[in-house]
């Protein structure tokens, strides 16, 4: 959830003061024995729940830019968020997806980029 | 059963569980704790029966390496209200790790503590005689065990061995293992004999009814299989070696042969000697009545039987009593299980020649005693060959006598080919010779026909009746009256090689190229020389020379 603008924190930067949204996913994966019993029911092992936070960036200015994206090109990065099954802030190894920036003109400090999605999903499960 | 909670039995067919594995073991007065993150796979399982002994087994595939001889003790745990509920596979040894270098990660085979037996038997500080349950303890303490039932009575726990049954006189090891002494222990108290789950004790279990029922919910739905029902047992039987010298008790003592379902102990050298019916009523006590059904399904997990529990399976409105003999739990990122029992080996004995203790007969027995490298055999009796064997001798030699007739043809036909091999030439050896190529130096010779005869005096044309007869060879021609005497020669007067005839018509000329006849016809000119010639001059004759 996001309650403040450091309800956010990846690599130390809080993205509060870039974002516009933020989606907070709790994906369930399940084992490869999920399936149906003899009875028809269903069963499974569930490996876990593995959060996933889903951010939309504003545009952006060069500076900006430049703040964050080792940010994004890492393999790995340290998320703090707030969760609210464990009803705190809670840190996780993440990993993210791939970014992409559209510029329309020459960007500088006052000509920004185009926003963009970015996403980081835990490594573990939760809990 | 293993020790676990109503919750855990409900929780882990559900869809959604929760599962944890945990390996933990010290080193150095160092514990370590291993879980889901340090390992890929965890395997237990055993593969056991009634009446022998039963190894478990654990493989592990760990991204951490255990060392070899490492005391590991595995738990599995099911996730009940966000707390994980383990129960207790027990301790393992670790016995073989392997690097697997395409996943970085170790192979671990560990088994339990039956593995101390997986040497060869040695002598013991035993004092004969000595009770069944003194002789396993001390095997205990020899291979570093404790025996659980040291103080329990069970199934002949009192009756003795008398001697030692498996070194030779020499005390030198036979073929036998302590695994395999076990197993005839287990066979002498009808159990089964294993390590706990829970203390690591040397126990003879015994099957363990535990009135409990899993249902469709916790089978797969593929490769789900019951077979026969086997027994209820009620017959035991004893054999030697060679399945021989069979002894049998039942209950009631005077069941029917079609009636009996029996279970055969063979070739037990504690039930080997003449007393051996002694051990068989505690035996038939214990096992009388056993039945279940042979079973080999796939489960999405049960995880809490124990070896030799007996449970029920109830599919639909058919319920199968079953015990759990050999199990596979495959731990992954889910969770499977494999469970079957066999069928007992069949065992089709005939009555007959079956009594219930050998010291009631007079029946000729031989005992194989290993120990002492003997075979002690008792006839009690030669009796005469019957009326009824000697005819069937007599007709067995009319049956077969004309096949002994048969077989001697086949033996002179075989002998008469033989002798066709190695006299004839096969066609491609007649071939060569013809074509004069010869075969191991054989080649054509001579050939005669009706008309003549070519061979090592020449070609030689002579019909019957003939007139004369004409030979070609190397000194000329010579063409001979029916007297044999030369009419014609035209060759070489060889003083060393010509016939007789020749040599007697022209001798002189021996050495000499001529031609030589009574009558010649010159129907032009004959040159004589190279100045004369002799030939016709108009109405004569003229000779002319140059």
Known sequence: MFLNENSIIINGVSMGPYILEAKFGYHKLWGPDSGRNLAGTQTGTLLGTFPKITMQFRKLTKSEVELLAPIFDSARQTTQYYDPYEKSNISMTTYSNDWELTDKYFVDENDKNEGFSWAVISTRKRG | ?546
């Open chain 2, 1 to 546: 059963m293993k020790t676990h909670t109503r919750e855990f039995k409900e929780n882990i067919p559900l869809f959604g569980r929760e599962l944890e594995s945990k390996i933990t073991y010290t080193i150095d007065g160092v514990t370590t704790e291993l879980g889901s993150e340090e390992l890929n796979s965890v395997t237990p399982h055993y593969e056991g029966a009634i009446l022998k002994s039963v190894m478990k087994q654990l493989d592990v595939d760990s991204n951490v390496e255990i060392p070899l001889g490492t005391i590991l003790t595995y738990e599995f745990g099911v996730k009940i209200n966000d707390e994980y509920e383990y129960i207790n596979y027990g301790n393992y040894v670790v016995y073989r790790v392997e690097k697997k270098e395409d996943t970085n990660s170790w192979q671990i085979t560990c088994y339990d503590k039956m593995l101390y037996a997986m040497k060869n038997y040695e002598a013991l500080n035993v004092t004969y005689p000595i009770t069944i349950r003194d002789f396993i303890n001390t095997i205990c303490t020899h291979l570093g065990l404790t025996f659980k039932n040291l103080n329990d009575t069970f199934v002949n726990y009192d009756k003795e061995i008398t001697k030692e049954l498996y070194l030779d006189s020499d005390g030198n090891p036979l073929d036998y293992t302590f695994r395999t002494v076990f197993d005839e222990l287990a066979a002498v108290t009808a159990g089964t004999i294993c390590i706990n789950e829970e203390d690591d004790e040397l126990e003879i279990r015994y099957i363990n009814d535990t009135a409990d029922t899993i249902d469709e919910e916790y089978l797969k739905d593929v490769n789900v299989n019951f077979g026969e029902k086997v027994g209820p047992i009620n017959t035991i039987i004893l054999s030697r070696s060679a399945d021989s010298d069979k002894i049998s008790q039942s209950i009631p003592s005077d069941l029917a042969d079609e009636d009996k379902i029996a279970i055969q102990i063979t070739d037990n050298q504690i039930m080997n000697d003449n007393n051996r019916a002694d051990f068989i009523p505690e035996i038939l006590n214990k096992l009388y009545g056993l039945e279940y059904y042979i079973n080999d399904f796939s489960s999405t997990g049960i995880c809490y039987y124990n070896l030799c529990d007996k449970y029920n399976v109830k599919i639909g409105e058919n319920i199968y009593s079953c015990i759990m003999f050999n199990d596979e739990v495959n731990v992954t990122q889910g969770l499977e299980e494999f469970v079957y029992t066999d069928l007992l080996e069949e065992n089709q004995t005939n009555y007959d020649y079956v009594s219930d203790d050998d010291r009631k007969t007079n029946q000729t027995y031989i005992i194989a005693k290993k120990n002492e490298g003997e075979i002690e055999a008792v006839v009690s009796s030669v009796r005469e060959i019957s009326t009824k064997q000697n005819n069937d001798y007599q007709e067995l030699l009319k049956k077969f006598q004309p096949i002994d007739s048969t077989l001697n043809k086949i033996d002179s036909i075989e002998r008469s080919v033989i002798q066709l091999q190695t006299d004839t030439y096969t066609k491609t050896e007649i071939q060569q010779i013809a074509n004069g190529t010869g075969v191991d130096g054989t080649r054509v010779t001579a050939v005669i026909t009706t008309s003549g005869t070519f061979d090592e005096d020449g070609m030689t044309y002579e019909k019957s009746n003939a007139p004369t007869k004409s030979t070609i060879n190397e000194i000329g021609i010579n063409v001979k009256d029916q007297n044999d005497s030369s009419l014609l020669f035209a060759g070489y007067v060889d003083t060393n090689n010509a016939p007789q005839d020749l040599l007697n018509k022209y001798g002189d000329y021996a050495n000499q190229t001529i031609v030589g006849t009574d009558n010649i016809i010159v129907n032009n000119y004959l040159n004589i020389g190279t100045h004369s010639r002799i030939q016709d001059y108009g109405n004569g004759t003229g000779i002319f020379w140059r």
